[in-house]
Each structure stands twice: as C-alpha cells, then as structure tokens.
C-alpha cells in the first residue's frame, strides 16, 4: 500500500509537468495562506456591541489646554470683530516694598494665591493660564515692526508696551515682559493672565492673548486710543481739551462698576492692588477701562485677607495695607476714593509743590470740608462748575472711600449706588449705630 501511494505521489500531472506531492503541498499552503487573510476580517465583523453604543474617543491633549490655540493672523481672521483701541500706560518706579508674603486665614483646599517659578523655556501650565488666544512671536513681531521704537507707548519697571496692528487691521496693546527681572516679569506675566484672562467687563481692559516662545513673555490687550485720567487731570491730553464734570464723573462712575464686578462678582475675587489714574484708560466715548493688573491678589472663598509685601504708588496706597500688609478688598476702595478726589480737584495725590498742610490731597480735602470751604475745592480749569448737590455726593463719596478704619468703608457696589443716587445725603448703609472714626469728616 506504502509502494502504491509513493508512486502515485511521484506521478507527473500531465498539464503542468509538476509531481502530485508538489500540486498537494502548494494548494495546502495557498489553502492556509487564504485563512490568515480572512480570519482576522471575520473575527472583526462578529465582536459583540456593547449595550449598543460604542465608547467615545478622547482628543488629542493640546500641549496647554484646549482653550489655548495658536492664531496665527490673517486677513480672513474674523475673531477680532471690533476696532480696539488702548493705551497710554505706564508704571510708576515709586513702589512701597516689604513684608514677606503667606496666607493669613482659610484652608488649604481652595488657595487665593499663586506660587510662581523661575522663568523657564517651558510653557505655563494649564493651572496657571486663564483664558485668551496663544499668539506666535512672529505674529507680533510683525504688528509692531520687529518692536519698533517708534511704537512704544508706554515703559514701566516690568516691561514695555508697543502699539501694533494685526494683519488684519485691528489695532492692539502689545506688553513685552523685561528680563533683566526674571522672577518679577514671570509674576506679572501669570498674575495678569490669571487675574483678567477670563473675565469680561465693559470697564476692564480686554486681555486678548499672549505668547509663550522660550523665555518670551508678552501680553495682547485691547488698544484704547483716548490716554488716560492722569493725562486728562494733569496735563499730557490737555491740548485736547479739558475734562467736564459729567466727563470725569462717567469716568469714576465706570471704574468703581469694574472694582464691584472684581471684588463682588467673581469668585476669587480679585484685588487689584495699583488702582490710580494712569491705570485708569479712557476710550473715544469717555468710558473708563482699568488696566495693569501685574500686582494683583486673589482672594478665594473663606479668604477676608492676606498678608503680602507691601506695594503700589505712593498716595494711593491704603494706611493699613501699608503700615501692616494686611490687604484687601477694601484697599482698592481706598486707593478709589484717591482717584476720585483727584478728579475732583485735579491736584495730585501727593504733590511736594505745594504748601505744607496741601501736600497732602487726602489730609487737604479733609481740612477744607471740616473748615465749609468745600466750594473751593474745585478743579479751576472746569469752565462749568458742578451743582452744590453733584459735588457735595461725591464729596461724600471720596471721603467715605478714604476713611482710616477699614472697616467703615462701603463695598464698591454700594459706592456705585453713592454715585448713581439723585438724594443727598446718601445714606450710610448698615453704618447703623456706628460711631464717627478719627480723621472721618462730614461734608458740609
């Protein structure tokens, strides 16, 4: 039977000349060929559904977050809809400093405050960003004219501000960080994206974007074209004219909104720290726009107050943040009621100019409304002179803002009340059964 097989096996097929063994084996091995083919595509079609859905898939993790995307300008770039316009900014070098920084009450589970590194090559992480677009170096640089002198409109101890227009445009306020203070430029730089990148306000400067490129750090804001109020009061945008009354009220009135929506409408709250006229910008139809939040504090929930080194400008800075750096909310109320009687008076907060007993703005008002010489208090350069009932409210107003005891001043939303009531008096809201502080004064 072994003979017979053999030979079969050793006959030659007449049509292809090939031995059977040869003709078995090869169709034997197509025959295995075709099941590894086609198995895999049968056991694929038979998985069994789960529940009859499938499971979504995930995004790819963007390298920041998914809000941060590069924009890189075009003519066909619609996100910027409106004509922005910015600002004559600038810092002051006459910073108060001092006082270690902590946390002074609450838990550890929802923190006010921002720990910040050293300046690295790295991106911020996502914790430490707010919201906004992720402009390239490139982009800027052309909008500026590679950061162009002729494009500086304002320079302060932390970094220079540029003019620029996108290719598609629309004019924008470009701050470049310095690093000749790495530590200070990275905390100004992720304070400010923290602190504005996701609020919206009408009276907030708008934080469009910023660029993180190497050891690069710069700010994209909204541009506003109309200076400031410390040029308006003090001389720089007076060849335009001069403020009315109802100007510089409108003017007051929109920043003392923005501080309530900061200190009142978010969560943290923000304290912004440096409230003065240079850092209040004014747009074509005189509306206040507050910028510069580089010293800005959050205070999340449970958080009244924080001990931090003392700093922003001299004649503007509360007594009790700058005797003990405690701070805040009612900090900012202070430094307002400043602003407020500048505009008021057109004097400076602190003016060395001057006689001795009105170096002092705060220290001056307060002796001419003690004395009923509040008429005189009044800006000369206004051709038309507030009513008697306009200046003693906001008289009124100031002065409860600047009162010594922290605790006796109003929340800004109350001052916005102050300041949008037709009564006067206004009424000193749960001030009920509270006794006069020293150094508080009534106008008269």
């Given at each position: 039977?072994a003979s017979y097989l053999s030979s079969e096996l050793l006959k030659r097929v007449t049509f292809l000349h090939l031995k059977v063994w040869v003709l078995i084996a090869f169709f034997i091995g197509l025959f295995i060929v075709v099941i590894l083919l086609v198995l895999p595509f049968c056991l694929s079609r038979k998985k069994p559904k789960r529940n009859g859905k499938t499971l979504p898939t995930s995004p790819p993790i963007p390298p920041l977050s998914k809000e941060i995307r590069v924009v890189n300008c075009s003519a066909n770039n619609n996100y910027y809809n409106d004509p922005f316009q910015d600002a004559y900014r600038d810092k002051d070098s006459d910073k108060l400093l001092g006082h270690t920084e902590k946390i002074q009450s609450g838990d550890n589970d929802n923190?006010?405050?921002?720990?910040?590194?050293?300046?690295?090559?790295?991106?911020?992480?996502?914790?430490?960003?707010?919201?906004?677009?992720?402009?390239?170096?490139?982009?800027?640089?052309?909008?500026?004219?590679?950061?162009?002198?002729?494009?500086?409109?304002?320079?302060?101890?932390?970094?220079?501000?540029?003019?620029?227009?996108?290719?598609?445009?629309?004019?924008?306020?470009?701050?470049?960080?310095?690093?000749?203070?790495?530590?200070?430029?990275?905390?100004?730089?992720?304070?400010?994206?923290?602190?504005?990148?996701?609020?919206?306000?009408?009276?907030?400067?708008?934080?469009?974007?910023?660029?993180?490129?190497?050891?690069?750090?710069?700010?994209?804001?909204?541009?506003?074209?109309?200076?400031?109020?410390?040029?308006?009061?003090?001389?720089?945008?007076?060849?335009?004219?001069?403020?009315?009354?109802?100007?510089?009220?409108?003017?007051?009135?929109?920043?003392?909104?923005?501080?309530?929506?900061?200190?009142?409408?978010?969560?943290?709250?923000?304290?912004?720290?440096?409230?003065?006229?240079?850092?209040?910008?004014?747009?074509?139809?005189?509306?206040?726009?507050?910028?510069?939040?580089?010293?800005?504090?959050?205070?999340?929930?449970?958080?009244?107050?924080?001990?931090?080194?003392?700093?922003?400008?001299?004649?503007?800075?509360?007594?009790?943040?700058?005797?003990?750096?405690?701070?805040?909310?009612?900090?900012?109320?202070?430094?307002?009621?400043?602003?407020?009687?500048?505009?008021?008076?057109?004097?400076?907060?602190?003016?060395?100019?001057?006689?001795?007993?009105?170096?002092?703005?705060?220290?001056?008002?307060?002796?001419?409304?003690?004395?009923?010489?509040?008429?005189?208090?009044?800006?000369?350069?206004?051709?038309?002179?507030?009513?008697?009932?306009?200046?003693?409210?906001?008289?009124?107003?100031?002065?409860?803002?600047?009162?010594?005891?922290?605790?006796?001043?109003?929340?800004?939303?109350?001052?916005?009340?102050?300041?949008?009531?037709?009564?006067?008096?206004?009424?000193?809201?749960?001030?009920?059964?509270?006794?006069?502080?020293?150094?508080?004064?009534?106008?008269?």
């Amino acid at each position: 039977m072994a003979s017979y097989l053999s030979s079969e096996l050793l006959k030659r097929v007449t049509f292809l000349h090939l031995k059977v063994w040869v003709l078995i084996a090869f169709f034997i091995g197509l025959f295995i060929v075709v099941i590894l083919l086609v198995l895999p595509f049968c056991l694929s079609r038979k998985k069994p559904k789960r529940n009859g859905k499938t499971l979504p898939t995930s995004p790819p993790i963007p390298p920041l977050s998914k809000e941060i995307r590069v924009v890189n300008c075009s003519a066909n770039n619609n996100y910027y809809n409106d004509p922005f316009q910015d600002a004559y900014r600038d810092k002051d070098s006459d910073k108060l400093l001092g006082h270690t920084e902590k946390i002074q009450s609450g838990d550890n589970d929802n923190v006010g405050l921002i720990s910040y590194s050293s300046l690295s090559d790295s991106p911020p992480k996502l914790s430490q960003l707010g919201w906004g677009h992720w402009f390239t170096l490139r982009d800027l640089q052309i909008a500026t004219d590679n950061f162009s002198k002729e494009n500086v409109i304002g320079e302060g101890g932390y970094g220079i501000v540029y003019r620029g227009q996108l290719v598609n445009g629309n004019p924008v306020a470009i701050k470049k960080l310095l690093l000749n203070n790495l530590g200070e430029a990275e905390r100004e730089f992720r304070v400010e994206v923290e602190a504005i990148g996701h609020v919206r306000h009408k009276n907030l400067v708008r934080l469009l974007g910023y660029c993180i490129e190497g050891t690069q750090r710069l700010l994209v804001y909204e541009y506003v074209n109309n200076g400031n109020l410390e040029q308006w009061l003090h001389g720089a945008m007076r060849h335009h004219g001069y403020l009315t009354w109802e100007a510089r009220m409108n003017v007051i009135l929109g920043t003392a909104k923005a501080l309530a929506y900061l200190h009142e409408a978010i969560e943290p709250k923000v304290v912004h720290r440096d409230i003065k006229s240079s850092n209040i910008l004014i747009d074509d139809k005189f509306n206040a726009k507050i910028s510069d939040f580089g010293l800005a504090k959050m205070l999340g929930a449970g958080k009244n107050y924080i001990t931090t080194r003392v700093m922003g400008t001299f004649g503007y800075v509360a007594p009790e943040y700058a005797n003990s750096g405690i701070l805040n909310e009612k900090s900012d109320v202070y430094s307002f009621g400043v602003v407020l009687l500048e505009a008021i008076t057109g004097r400076d907060p602190v003016d060395y100019r001057r006689p001795a007993d009105e170096v002092n703005l705060v220290n001056w008002l307060k002796m001419m409304v003690g004395s009923k010489r509040s008429e005189k208090v009044v800006d000369p350069t206004m051709e038309m002179r507030p009513s008697t009932s306009s200046l003693k409210r906001a008289l009124l107003t100031a002065l409860r803002c600047v009162d010594p005891n922290d605790q006796n001043r109003p929340a800004m939303s109350q001052v916005v009340r102050m300041l949008e009531s037709q009564q006067y008096p206004v009424p000193r809201e749960g001030r009920k059964g509270q006794k006069t502080q020293a150094g508080s004064v009534r106008a008269e």
